[in-house]
């Protein structure tokens, strides 16, 4: 048997069909550029620190009037928290949250309501599926791989912590 050998330049040499699909991806990205608005870094931040703000200074003065009108600290701060992820909820049932949110940005995303929102758009997206295959098999589509985060990095610091206690 004779064994032929290849010659290895083949191998470096792109074929023309590869150079035309990057030539025609490069133009598409080049004129889409035309029309992506460019984000508005300052007002977005802006907006997010004010709405963010005024979310927490609400919630600050409603605990404050739970606790003066005889509710624990705590218990109010529970009440307080309770109730805005309930505000978030409806206001995501209703459509108006998207709204909001699109608006203030990370004002409104990153306190306890953008995780209320996180659990309930989902469940909403997919209730035509069914309580099991759509609510439930959705409802912790986002939110999820958040919780399995925090509850991950949350259990590694504490058992570095409990290592660092025993010396």
């Known amino acids: 048997m004779d064994i032929k050998t290849k010659d290895n330049s083949d191998k470096n040499k792109v074929p023309k069909k590869d150079v035309k699909k ?71 049932g209703l459509g108006v949250f998207d709204t909001i949110a699109k608006f203030a940005g990370a004002g409104v995303i990153v306190p306890i309501s953008g995780f209320a929102n996180s659990m309930v758009a989902p469940a909403l997206e997919y209730k035509k599926e069914g309580w099991v295959l759509g609510v439930g098999a959705k409802l912790f589509s986002i939110a999820g791989p958040v919780l399995v985060c925090g509850i991950g990095s949350s259990t590694l610091v504490g058992i570095i912590y409990w290592i660092i206690e025993l010396f």
């Open 22 to 92: 990057k030539d025609v991806a490069k133009a598409y990205e080049k004129y889409t550029e035309q029309f992506t608005p460019k984000p508005t870094y300052l007002a977005n931040s802006l907006k997010a620190f004010f709405v963010g703000g005024a979310l927490c200074t609400a919630a600050y003065f409603a605990a404050a009037r739970l606790a003066a009108a005889g509710l624990s600290q705590k218990n109010a701060e529970t009440y307080v928290t309770v109730s805005i992820i309930a505000l978030a909820q409806l206001l995501t």
